[in-house]
């Protein structure tokens, strides 16, 4: 089993910053990618940000050029710097490990953190 335990986020001025955390522990070798979604009110789930062990990245269009997903120690703790903060990204961040065994695929999440952006 794997654990994943987020923080940062909180309240910032548009054009401000934040760095979120993921941090995850227990049968950590399993983790194939770590994912950051977001869920706005009244949005469906989206996925933001991903990395992969082999240090691959994907950033979904909205965050592009804004955002940095980062790994440290393969993928046990991962960050995302969020630069350049508007409105739109107030939402609820999640932190997803996908993870693999003989027994197949396993997702872990982290219990989500509140990022507001506003005036």
């Known amino acids: 089993h794997v654990q994943v335990v987020q923080s940062g986020g909180g309240w910032v001025q548009p054009g401000g910053s934040l760095r979120l955390s993921c941090a995850s522990s227990?049968?950590?070798?399993?983790?194939?990618?770590i994912n950051w979604y977001r869920q706005a009110p009244g949005k469906e789930r989206e996925l933001s940000a991903a990395i992969t062990r082999a240090g691959g990245t994907f950033y979904d269009d909205p965050v592009k050029g804004r955002f940095t997903i980062s790994s440290v120690n393969a993928l046990s703790t991962v960050y995302l710097q969020m630069d350049s903060l508007k409105p739109g990204d107030t939402a609820i961040y999640l932190c997803?490990?996908?993870?693999?065994?003989?027994?197949?695929?396993?997702?872990?999440w982290g219990k989500g953190t509140l990022v507001t952006v506003s005036s």
């Open positions: 227990g049968d950590t070798d399993c983790i194939s990618a």
């Open positions: 997803n490990a996908v993870c693999y065994t003989e027994e197949g695929g396993m997702d872990y």
